[in-house]
């Protein structure tokens, strides 16, 4: 893309792609990535039958996310969910490296918000705001590190969005380990806003 930017022309061609030094559009500021992502998302859930929107629908999209509120994808993708669904969609689980948020009736959006707008992570959630069912496990105690690192596979949700997280950390080994005991996927849709969250092998399987 860049390379036909430079071939036509284009007066800074490298801000085609995204934040470089000095270059590219803010993905912070912008948002532009985590938009990408919940298009592909709400095609996906409108394909899946389950879009937030429809008017026949008697409760929220579920969706789990790794990254957390003060990453650049995940911290905006919480903004536009709220933005384009409202209470439409509820956030049942979210990981960061400080740890892991979940609650099966749906955490507090206007906390998530609030961590969002004040550069936060995970650990800075106000556990006043669970529910009776939900649990904030903090880094570095063992309970915190297990469910970060499990949040992924564990949490039952419609949708999941890795918007962070390590390269292929789904992979042609472990992707079982993201099924229900049933052997359905503990997500119906995935859309990947990180990078590679997932080795092409542990796609196809997963898909199957």
Same mark, same amino acid.
Request: hydrophobic residues 35%.
């Given at each position: 893309? =860049?390379?036909?930017?430079?071939?036509?022309?284009?007066?800074? &061609?490298?801000? @085609?792609?995204?934040?470089?030094?000095?270059?590219?559009? $803010?993905?912070?500021?912008?948002?532009?990535?985590?938009?990408?992502?919940?298009?592909?998302?709400?095609?996906?859930?409108?394909?899946? !039958?389950?879009?937030?929107?429809?008017?026949?629908?008697?409760?929220? =999209?579920? @969706?789990?996310?790794?990254?957390? &509120?003060?990453?650049? #994808?995940?911290?905006?993708?919480?903004?536009?969910?709220?933005?384009?669904?409202?209470?439409?969609?509820?956030?049942?689980?979210?990981?960061? !490296?400080? !740890?892991? #948020?979940?609650?099966?009736?749906?955490?507090?959006?206007?906390?998530?918000?609030?961590? #969002?707008?004040?550069?936060?992570?995970?650990?800075?959630?106000?556990?006043?705001?669970?529910?009776?069912?939900?649990?904030?496990?903090? #880094? &570095?105690?063992?309970?915190?590190?297990?469910?970060?690192?499990?949040?992924?596979?564990?949490?039952?949700?419609?949708?999941?969005?890795?918007?962070?997280?390590?390269?292929?950390?789904?992979?042609?080994? $472990?992707?079982?380990?993201?099924?229900?005991?049933?052997?359905?996927?503990?997500?119906? =849709?995935? @859309?990947?806003?990180? $990078?590679?969250?997932?080795?092409?092998?542990?796609?196809?399987?997963?898909?199957?």
């Amino acid at each position: 893309i =860049v390379k036909r930017a430079f071939e036509r022309k284009y007066i800074v &061609p490298t801000a @085609v792609m995204s934040s470089k030094r000095d270059f590219g559009i $803010n993905h912070k500021t912008y948002g532009v990535t985590s938009e990408g992502v919940r298009v592909y998302a709400d095609v996906a859930m409108r394909y899946a !039958g389950m879009h937030p929107l429809d008017p026949s629908r008697t409760s929220p =999209v579920t @969706v789990k996310i790794t990254g957390g &509120p003060a990453g650049d #994808v995940a911290g905006n993708m919480l903004l536009l969910l709220n933005k384009y669904y409202g209470d439409k969609i509820s956030v049942v689980g979210m990981c960061d !490296g400080m !740890g892991s #948020v979940e609650d099966p009736d749906g955490l507090d959006m206007t906390e998530l918000l609030r961590l #969002v707008k004040k550069q936060l992570d995970i650990n800075g959630f106000d556990s006043t705001k669970l529910g009776p069912k939900g649990r904030l496990a903090v #880094v &570095p105690s063992d309970e915190g590190v297990e469910a970060r690192n499990t949040m992924h596979n564990r949490v039952e949700a419609d949708v999941f969005l890795p918007c962070g997280g390590r390269p292929f950390t789904i992979d042609d080994e $472990n992707w079982p380990q993201f099924l229900k005991a049933d052997g359905t996927p503990s997500s119906k =849709v995935i @859309v990947e806003g990180a $990078n590679v969250f997932l080795t092409p092998g542990a796609r196809e399987k997963l898909y199957e």
